[in-house]
Every structure is written in C-alpha cells, then in structure tokens.
C-alpha cells in the first residue's frame, strides 16, 4: 500500500520569502502525484498534478513541483510567497482509484 | 448540483450514539469519497465507491462505521456507537470517473464533536 510522509508538519516564512514543502511517497512504481491546498474556512482544492512528461509541474498562483522517481520525493516549492498563500497544504498519491494523502503542512506566511 | 454538498456542516452528538453523515456528488460524477480528517492525523482514507463497482472499505477504521450509495448518487456514512475518538471532521469528494488521474472535488466536510 502506498503512503505519503510530508516531514514538516508546520512552515512559518515571511512574505517574499521562498518556501519548500516536502513530500515523499512510498513506492516508486509508475504513480500520480498531486498537491492539494485548503485555506482558512475553504474546502479542498486541487492545486497543481503530475501524471506524465515533464517532471516539473506548475500551478497558476506560482507554486511548482518536481517528480524525483529516484528519491521518490515531489516537494513543492514557490519563489516568493504571498500572505494570501498561508495555508495547509497536503500532498498525495494514486492508489488505484482512489488517493492516499499526507499528513498536512500548515503554511504560514508572516509579514 | 454545483458542487459536493454535506450535511450536517456541524454535528454533536454522545457517546455511544448512532449518526449519519449525507453527501451529495456533483451532478454526473459516477466515484464518491469519504475521507476523515483530524489533527496531526492528516486526511484519512475510509471509503470509495466507484459506479456499480464493490466499494472499497480498506479504510474504514472499525465495523461501528459502515457507508452506502444509493441509486449511484447520494451517499451516507454511519458510524454506530460513537467514540469520542470519531471526533474530527468528515469529508466527502466526488470525481467524473473514478480514474486516478482525475481531480477530487471536496464538499466543506461535517464537523463531528463525540462528547
């Protein structure tokens, strides 16, 4: 069975600053991976996916990701952070038809 | 509809008592989620139902919790005699087809509190 490990359960930054979330899954068969983002009094959204090709992904407010097959990792990244962009972020990964999720990294972005 | 819709949003009841949790896809997805979500515990897996297919319960963490579908549509999760450690907040997703490339849509969830 899969499963996801996202190491930092909580980031505080400040604005402007860069951020990486990480996250590495279990198996390192052929898999789907995603970044899903709930903020305060939202409900889940996706964010940003991998399912082929390039192994770098991107998302439309700036954050990306990179599929490492080797170290089974898809950590997630943004340049310059926004106070808009706090947070909780969950990473996951396809099992069959359904997706298994970490545990949650809580971005919070200081100004 | 326009989107998952869940009820109740917010939901206390005793220990030992039974609940039901409601959720209604969108319109046409023909897979339907349910996942828990509790803190430091993350979002865990319980069920998933995929058109006429046998649901696949591996999540689901007792026999007091059991889900339905009916008619391929709405669909109820039951938890029977309830702990105070079924406290956490209960999501239902929808996808068009149930494929894992496919993105989940999230209803906003029902806040369970077992006192």
């Known amino acids: 069975a899969q499963s996801v490990t996202q190491l930092d359960s909580q980031v505080p930054v400040f604005e402007e600053a860069p951020v990486e979330l990480r996250c590495n899954y279990s198996?390192?068969?052929?898999?789907?991976l995603f970044w899903y983002v709930q903020y305060p009094n939202q409900g889940l959204q996706l964010l940003l996916k991998?399912?082929?090709?390039?192994?770098l992904v991107e998302s439309i407010n700036g954050f990306e990701a990179e599929f490492n097959k080797s170290q089974t990792s898809f950590h997630l990244r943004k340049p310059s952070v926004h106070i808009s962009d706090t947070a909780e972020y969950f990473c996951?990964?396809?099992?069959?038809?359904?997706?298994?999720f970490g545990q949650g990294t809580e971005l919070s972005v200081k100004p | 509809g326009a989107g998952v819709s869940q009820s109740p949003s917010n939901k206390v009841t005793e220990k030992g008592k039974d609940v039901e949790l409601r959720c209604d896809p969108i319109?046409?997805?023909?897979?339907l989620y349910w996942y828990r979500q509790s803190l430091g515990q993350g979002l865990e897996f319980l069920i998933y139902?995929?058109?006429?297919?046998?649901?696949?319960k591996s999540g689901l963490p007792s026999d007091r919790f059991s889900a339905e579908r009916t008619g391929g549509s709405v669909s109820t999760l039951t938890i029977q005699r309830t702990q105070q450690e079924d406290s956490a907040v209960y999501l239902c997703?929808?996808?068009?087809?149930?494929?894992?490339?496919?993105?989940?849509?999230f209803g906003s969830g029902t806040q369970l509190s077992v006192l």
């Open positions: 198996s390192s068969v052929s898999v789907y």
């Open positions: 996951a990964v396809s099992e069959g038809g359904k997706l298994i």
């Open positions: 319109s046409g997805h023909t897979a």
């Open positions: 991998y399912l082929s090709g390039s192994t």
């Open positions: 139902f995929q058109g006429n297919s046998a649901p696949d």
């Open positions: 997703a929808s996808s068009l087809g149930g494929q894992p490339n496919e993105k989940l849509f």
